[in-house]
């Protein structure tokens, strides 16, 4: 079973930040939190991985919180090509690079 | 251009049939997976090597046969032995032992009739 919990779904307006949460409150010490999107029938792409600090790049920010049970991934100005199901993934670094999926956020960009 | 290839994109059968997906890639990459995705649903891991002549099975392996002969080269064989076939196949790369980025094909939907 996947160790995340996420919304169903999400709507943002274009040029917004879109704010996606996930919940893995059993996370523990030696598992990273990744994150991966789906456009519709595509293979889904790597955004970001974090263990504790925040992380940024080109295509979002990670926050985790401090106690590392939940986090939320940031696209800071949406836009319509960011439509997607997004999958908030907990990774043990020991599992032979298994990833653990689940059905992920399905965003919305609207016009 | 560096990538994946999976073909057909979409591939139809008759059920009984055996039928193999190609997944191809130039990456230089040492590990393959195969994930199954069903409407809906996240990905699940039917098969994956970490090196040549060497894979191990996921979580759904059963009725499925994989061959890793090439580096650059992980079939995967759907046999009439799993039960609901029709699904869309991703296949996926790591580029070694620890790496963080997971790459991925473009998919082949299978429906089988």
């Known amino acids: 079973d996947a160790k995340t919990t996420q919304p169903t779904s999400m709507d943002c307006a274009e040029g917004r930040a879109a704010n996606l949460p996930c919940n893995h409150s059993?996370?523990?010490?030696?598992?990273?939190v990744y994150w991966y999107r789906q456009i519709h029938s595509q293979g889904p792409q790597y955004i970001i991985h974090?263990?504790?600090?925040?992380e940024t790049n080109e295509m979002a920010s990670l926050i985790i919180t401090e106690d590392r049970k939940s986090s939320t991934l940031i696209l800071p100005h949406a836009t319509l090509r960011d439509t997607a199901v997004y999958y908030c993934?907990?990774?043990?670094?020991?599992?032979?690079?298994?990833?653990?999926w689940g059905a992920g956020t399905k965003l919305i960009i609207k016009p | 251009d560096g990538g994946i290839t999976q073909s057909p994109k979409y591939l139809f059968r008759k059920e009984g049939q055996n039928v193999t997906l190609s997944c191809e890639q130039n990456?230089?990459?040492?590990?393959m997976y195969w994930y199954r995705q069903d409407p809906g649903q996240g990905l699940r891991l039917i098969y994956y090597?970490?090196?040549?002549?060497?894979?191990q099975k996921g979580d759904i392996a059963e009725g499925y046969s994989v061959s890793r002969e090439k580096k650059e080269s992980f079939p995967l064989t759907v046999t009439s032995a799993q039960k609901n076939p029709t699904a869309f196949y991703l296949c996926?790369?790591?580029?070694?032992?620890?790496?963080?980025?997971?790459?991925f094909g473009p998919g082949t939907r299978l429906t089988v009739l």
């Open positions: 993934i907990v990774r043990n670094m020991d599992s032979n690079y298994q990833l653990i």
């Open positions: 059993t996370i523990s010490g030696n598992e990273y």
């Open positions: 990456l230089n990459h040492d590990a």
């Open positions: 974090g263990l504790k600090n925040n």
């Open positions: 090597s970490q090196i040549v002549n060497d894979f």
């Open positions: 996926a790369t790591y580029k070694s032992a620890g790496g963080n980025e997971q790459f």
